[in-house]
Nanobody, 124 residues
Framework: VQLQASGGGLVQAGGSLSLHCAASGGTLRGYTTGWFRQAPGKEREFVAAIRYNGYKYYDDSVKGRFTVTRDTTNSAVYLQMNNLKPEDTAVYSC???????????????????WGQGTQVTVSS
């Protein structure tokens, strides 16, 4: 499966953005799909994931502000980001895996399929 992320942009603090991760060459049925981000000079970090069974997981830094969803055709995953903060500025990427271990969803090395990143910039 190939992934393509889009929807990034420039927004003021407190604003919202919705990221889109589209799958091609197959669907996301049976996959866990995760969102990761990487800020300049920092390591890639886990943001959120939605498992094949619909269960959702979030990093503590985005709980209550970000929501991950999947469309009913299993062809796309979304990340709705509300109340954005300057520290949310990063390149956001989506990734997918079929055999992710639940206890290690935050580990980017579990995900063999990646889309290109989309830049999110939050101004103060």
């Amino acid at each position: 499966v190939q992934l393509q992320a889009s929807g990034g942009g420039l927004v003021q603090a407190g604003g919202s953005l919705s990221l889109h991760c589209a799958a091609s060459g197959g669907t996301l049925r049976g996959y866990t799909t995760g969102w990761f981000r990487q800020a300049p000079g920092k390591e890639r970090e886990f943001v959120a994931a939605i498992r094949y069974n619909g269960y959702k997981y979030y990093d503590d830094s985005v709980k209550g502000r970000f929501t991950v969803t999947r469309d009913t055709t299993n062809s796309a995953v979304y990340l709705q980001m509300n109340n954005l903060k300057p520290e949310d500025t990063a390149v956001y990427s989506c990734a997918a895996c079929q055999t992710c271990i639940l206890s290690s969803l935050q580990n980017s090395q579990q995900y063999p399929y990646w889309g290109q990143g989309t830049q999110v910039t939050v101004s103060s």
